[in-house]
């Protein structure tokens, strides 16, 4: 942060960037400006809905409410495609579900990535998705 005088106007310079988490826009300070306040821990309720739906449909599959993918894309009127995708979360890690519950997930963690392929060894995903604690 820099401040600047000329005459009667004082002018503050704060650095600082935006980047989208979760479909919103949120202020992200430099490093060395952060030290001053912790960061606070954001839930992003869209992937915690995500994971829940996950469990959920899991448990319809392994209790036999439904016996395929596609029987559970047809009562939830969605792609059998959709509903694999959104399934292959209940393979995270425990400690990437546990900080995404926290709010602790790193920048990079959203939906979106979370959506496409990740490995299935919780060490190569806790190394995908660098979890900030």
């Keep these: 942060m820099t401040v ?16 989208k988490r979760g479909g919103r826009k949120q202020i992200v300070l430099p490093d060395r400006a952060s ?3 912790p960061p606070r821990a954001r839930v992003d309720n869209t992937i915690v809905k995500a994971i ?5 449909w899991r448990k319809l599959l392994e209790t ?8 559970i894309a047809a009562a939830e009127k969605i792609t059998a495609s ?3 995708r959104i399934l292959r979360l209940t393979l995270l890690a425990p400690s990437i579900v546990e900080a995404i ?6 920048p990079e963690v959203t939906l979106a990535t979370l959506m496409k392929p990740f490995p299935v060894e919780w060490e190569k995903q806790e ?4 979890r900030s604690t």
Excluded at 4 to 19: A, E, G, M, Q
């Design 101 to 106: 519950l926290d709010g602790r997930q790193g």
């Design 52 to 56: 829940a739906r996950a469990f959920r």
């Design 35 to 37: 030290s001053w306040a």
């Design 82 to 84: 959709y509903v694999s």
């Design 4 to 19: 600047t005088r000329d005459d009667d106007t004082i002018t503050v310079h704060v650095p600082l960037s935006f980047t």
């Design 127 to 130: 190394a995908t998705f660098r």
């Design 64 to 71: 036999g409410v439904h016996t395929t993918i596609e029987d």
